[in-house]
């Protein structure tokens, strides 16, 4: 992880070492998944109070960027 990620810890005693927001109880990957359903981020701060601008834009950047070193097949329908 070469980029710098101040908003996102990683610590085995909270959710089972899954990387979480500012070492509260809420995972990037739901913070993820709480984009694609809040599209307007201000419906999605509305809905988590807690999230500030930047932790969202750290959990995206922080999935990309350990989306580039996997291979991911799908079927073609």
Known sequence: MGKKFDRITIDPEL??????????????????????LYPDWQNLREEYPELEKEDIRQALEFAATNLDTQTMHLEVA
């Open 15 to 36: 959710m089972n070492g899954q990387p979480c927001i500012r070492n509260m109880r809420l995972t990037v990957r739901r913070v993820v998944e709480a984009v694609a």
